[in-house]
């Protein structure tokens, strides 16, 4: 593929203060740009310490000096690294150098968008490039490293195969019907079609839980006056991010705070206490809450008494989705002994703890984990992308069209159609089939430089 595209440049480290910066060159006039200005030869895959200077002889920057030959590189093209000091001057002047010489700014994404063309990468692991640079918990991070593997490409492309593998039977008794009448009559196909089915029902599933990933969880405290809701939110967050007073009424707008909860970043809000009331400003303050519940993943309603417990839920049934999760949880427990002495327990989905004291706190952690769905452990979850779960869909619907027009004798034409259609789909997961379109819209959210 050398030679095919222009040579592209970018500054490929973030802009700002920084101990080193790295230019990289990628395209066939990658290693005599390199040469002009580090008046050397690189080596291929040697770290050389290098002066760089300017078309006029000026010495900008030194440095280090890194060279892939293609096609064994990051794009499948030569590739050259100009790791030189960091800050807002020396980088820029390096890439003017470079372009300067012949290389033309890349586009975001433009590095990877190249990799996929010339073969380095499929499409799903192009994107799991991005996902791992914009992983915002360690889980995310994880699931993207192993989608960048191949991992999720190859349980897509083992449904592929198996559907292959079908389509040419199906294929061949259309086209040969005298030679095999049994080949669908044994029901052997069906079997397999059925396999091949429950396995992409698998993957699906496994893809939209590990959707749960790519954003962070809201949850959202809600309660009376004065039950302990920014107490909660502090001692969730380890901090003095809300207020908290005896005077019943003390938060009036929301409070959000960002926090990881074993590797996975939950949104923690605190709102004001709902209760009827004529000051404006409270008013405003509750009708912030009721909306920040419309938007909550999860809501932990807070109550500080037994009693509150059932006359709270009562209390905000109204205003409750009942798609929504819900964890009750009863605070102040420090002030029962009884309670004290059995913070440990849950009934349901009760939690019985003091924001003051700490104690309790565990439980409502691994509360919280179950009902948002972060307990997940499987190592076939994968960080799927939208555009993957609606691909999964659509195969699976064509191959259950496929199978009802099998299971009947009938029409098998149109189950070879169906058929096509599923693998089709599938092969728009890693990219066999794509469209410029497509293309452009996954690289273009890429940053520059990668
Ligand atoms: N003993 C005890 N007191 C608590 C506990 N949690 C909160 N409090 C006290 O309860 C009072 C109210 O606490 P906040 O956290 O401000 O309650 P809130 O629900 O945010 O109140 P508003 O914002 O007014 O709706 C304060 O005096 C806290 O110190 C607890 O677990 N035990
Ligand atoms: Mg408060």
Redesign the pocket.
């Known amino acids: 593929m050398n030679g095919e595209y222009d040579t592209i440049a970018a500054i490929a480290t973030p802009p700002g203060r920084g101990g080193v910066s790295i230019v990289k060159i990628s395209g066939h006039r990658s290693l005599q740009i390199a040469m002009q200005i580090a008046g050397q030869e690189p080596q291929v895959r040697v770290v050389q310490v290098a002066r760089f200077r300017n078309a006029d002889g000026i010495l900008i920057d030194q440095g280090l000096l890194l060279y892939f030959k293609g096609p064994a590189s990051y794009t499948g093209e030569d590739v050259v690294e100009i790791h030189g000091h960091g800050g807002a001057v020396v980088p820029q002047l390096l890439l003017d150098c470079v372009i300067r010489l012949g290389a033309r700014h890349a586009r975001p994404g433009e590095f990877t968008e190249r990799a996929f063309l010339n073969g380095k990468l499929d499409l799903a692991q192009a994107e799991a490039v991005v996902d791992l640079i914009e992983s915002r918990s360690v889980q995310a991070a994880k699931m993207a490293i192993r989608s960048l593997q191949g991992y999720f490409s190859d349980e897509v492309r083992r449904l592929s195969n198996a559907l292959l593998d079908i389509r040419v039977h199906v294929e061949g008794v259309l086209d040969f019907p005298e030679e095999d009448p049994a080949l669908l009559a044994d029901g052997a196909i069906l079997d397999r079609l059925l396999g091949t089915r429950q396995s992409l029902e698998r993957m699906l599933e496994n893809s939209r839980k590990g959707q749960l990933f790519r954003e962070a969880v809201r949850v959202v405290i809600i309660?009376?006056?004065?039950?302990?809701?920014?107490?909660?939110l502090n001692r969730l967050s380890g901090s003095e991010r809300?207020?908290?007073?005896?005077?019943?009424?003390?938060?009036r707008d929301v409070i959000e705070q960002s926090m990881f909860l074993d590797g996975l970043q939950i949104e923690v809000v605190?709102t004001?206490?709902v209760h009827e009331t004529e000051d404006p400003v409270e008013r405003e303050g509750v009708r912030r809450t009721l909306r920040e519940m419309e938007n909550a993943d999860l809501i932990l309603l807070?109550s500080?008494s037994d009693e509150g417990l059932s006359a709270d839920r009562r209390y905000f049934e109204p205003w409750l989705d009942p798609d929504k999760k819900l964890i009750q949880v009863r605070?102040?427990?420090?002030?029962d002994c009884d309670h004290a002495k059995r913070s440990g327990s849950v009934a349901a989905d009760r939690v019985f703890?003091?924001?003051?004291?700490g104690n309790g706190l565990p439980l409502l952690m691994d509360t919280i984990r179950e009902a948002a769905g972060l307990t997940i452990r499987d190592e076939n979850v994968y960080l799927a992308r939208s555009r993957h779960i609606e691909a999964l869909q659509q195969a699976g619907y064509h191959l259950g069209a496929a199978y009802a027009w099998m299971s009947r004798q009938s029409s098998l034409d149109l189950a070879a159609e169906e058929l096509l259609q599923a693998h089709q789909c599938l092969g728009r997961i890693t990219g066999e089939i794509h469209s410029d379109e497509l293309l452009g819209e996954i690289f273009s959210r890429f940053c520059i430089g990668k």
């Open positions: 309660g009376r006056p004065n039950v302990g809701k920014s107490s909660l809300a207020i908290v007073m005896a005077t019943p009424g003390t938060t605190d004001a206490g807070i500080d605070n102040k427990i420090d002030l703890l003091s924001a003051r004291t």
